[in-house]
C-alpha cells in the first residue's frame, strides 16, 4: 500500500512481518505481535487529505478490530523490556581519545 491507496484496501493487522502502508511520511509496519506506526501525516483540508484520513481509520479500525476479538493479557512485554538473556554493560566509545 503506497499513499495512492483507497481506502477500500485492506491492511490485516498482525497476519504477517511483511506489509507495510506509506501515507506521506506516515509508516505503519505490520507484525504478527504488533503494528508500528511511525513519521508524520498532515492531513490537509483537500481530498488527499480526506483520502489520507480514511485509509489510517481503515488501518486503525483494522486493529481495533483484531484486538477486540482476540483473548488478550493485560500486558505484553517487548523486546526492551526483555532482553534475551544479555547483559548490558558500559564500553569506551572508540570516536574518544
Do not use: C, W, Y
Amino acid at each position: 500500500m503506497t499513499s495512492s491507496s483507497s481506502a477500500n484496501d485492506r491492511f490485516s493487522p498482525f497476519a504477517n512481518d511483511a506489509d507495510a502502508l506509506s501515507l506521506g511520511e506516515l509508516n505503519v509496519e505490520n507484525h504478527t505481535d504488533h503494528v508500528v506506526i511511525f513519521g508524520n501525516l498532515e492531513l490537509r483540508r483537500d481530498a488527499e487529505g480526506l483520502r489520507h484520513a480514511k485509509v489510517l481509520k481503515a488501518v486503525l479500525d483494522a486493529v481495533v478490530n483484531e484486538l477486540s476479538d482476540a483473548d488478550l493479557p493485560d500486558h505484553v512485554e517487548t523486546a526492551a523490556e526483555t532482553p534475551a538473556g544479555t547483559t548490558a554493560k558500559q564500553v569506551k566509545n572508540p570516536f574518544e581519545s
